[in-house]
């Protein structure tokens, strides 16, 4: 089954404590992003990946690093993680045509 | 930078009735994609449909169809036949052609709510 996958999907810590929400995906895409969603502010793009070892800030890097080391991965870290990136994020992936993406579940971040 | 604007934050139809949300994008771009995504409670997003600036015809699957204006920048979904399944956040989006044609600018959402 095609399919994007995000761990954890549920996650509360506290302030600092760094973390990494994982994506993967078994669609061999290319491109591969991050977002955040926020009550009345929509989707908000964190990174994104053309392609293995591509990377490039969206809309909302601060605070956020990735990596694209395998085409099927995009992990995102949160190095020291603060309460304003309380947060539910979402893991996409496109191919082939443009703009269509297939999401993630949805990972909900609660930082303390 | 493109911008997408949804008017509607929250709105409501009788089951079966028909409903239609609003859109309406800025952008200097000529050729350009755009979507709506429906989110149910499950927050699983889910692509609904599609138009490419270029094609006049406006796209539709099954129950759902859009209005694609393209001098007025207005881009919005008609749902007929409403069913409590459609019950969902509606976010409209924006796609240009080029490097960053796989990226996407969201609008904020219209929540529907489908009465029984």
């Known amino acids: 089954e095609a399919q994007v996958t995000q761990n954890p999907r549920y996650l509360i810590t506290v302030t600092g404590k760094k973390l990494t929400v994982t994506c993967s995906q078994n669609?061999?895409?290319?491109?591969m992003s991050w977002y955040r969603q926020d009550p009345g502010l929509g989707l908000r793009q964190i990174y994104y990946?053309?392609?293995?070892?591509?990377?490039d800030k969206g809309d909302v890097p601060e605070g956020y690093k990735v990596s694209r080391k395998e085409k099927r991965n995009f992990p995102l870290i949160l190095e020291s993680p603060s309460p304003n990136q309380t947060s539910l994020y979402f893991c996409a992936s496109s191919y082939p045509r443009p703009g269509e993406l297939f999401f993630g579940e949805g990972s909900r971040l609660t930082v303390l | 930078a493109q911008t997408v604007t949804q008017s509607q934050p929250e709105m409501s139809v009788q089951e079966a009735e028909t409903v239609t949300l609003s859109c309406t994008y800025d952008?200097?771009?000529?050729?350009?994609?755009l979507f709506w995504y429906k989110q149910p409670p499950s927050r699983q997003m889910i692509l609904v449909i599609r138009q490419e600036a270029y094609k006049q015809q406006n796209a539709t699957e099954n129950r759902f169809s859009v209005n694609f204006q393209k001098a007025a920048k207005s881009f919005s979904l008609k749902i007929s036949d409403s069913q409590l399944g459609d019950t969902a956040m509606y976010f409209c989006a924006f796609g240009a052609p080029g490097a960053g044609s796989y990226q996407l600018t969201f609008g904020k959402g219209t929540k529907l709510s489908v009465i029984p």
């Open positions: 952008t200097s771009e000529n050729n350009y994609y």
């Open positions: 990946s053309m392609n293995v070892e591509v990377t």
């Open positions: 669609m061999n895409h290319e491109y």
